[in-house]
């Protein structure tokens, strides 16, 4: 069969160019979200693209949580919300180091 393994026969990898964390990173360390990648990929190779999506939903979600952190993002919000509520309501007094007032300096 002259098509088996025609992508090492051709010195070429096109699965890499398809992937964004498997690319060649600087000094040769793996990318922040490679893991994830990698879970997401080897959970889908070979079940199709239909089944894959309802298979391989969290290691998804996982992987683009860790490329744009919506979730972090949005907890973050929720967080400051309830901070600014405390503030309004005189349940808490941020340190002056958080209101931007620093330390006079020698």
């Known amino acids: 069969m002259p098509f088996w393994e025609l992508q090492r026969q051709l010195g070429i990898d096109v ?7 498997s690319t060649t990173q600087p000094y040769g360390k793996a990318a922040a979200c490679h893991a994830f990648e990698r879970e997401w990929v080897e959970c889908g190779h070979g079940l199709g693209q239909t089944r894959a999506r309802r298979e391989c939903q969290p ?3 996982d ?5 744009h952190r919506t979730k972090l993002a949005v907890r973050l919000k929720t967080i400051l919300e309830q901070r600014d ?3 309004k309501e005189g349940k808490y007094t941020p340190p002056d180091y958080h209101k931007g007032k620093e330390e006079p300096r020698p």
């Open 63 to 67: 992987f683009m949580e860790c490329m």
């Open 85 to 87: 509520k405390m503030i």
């Open 15 to 21: 699965d890499r160019w398809l992937l964004r964390q």
């Open 59 to 61: 290691e998804y979600e």
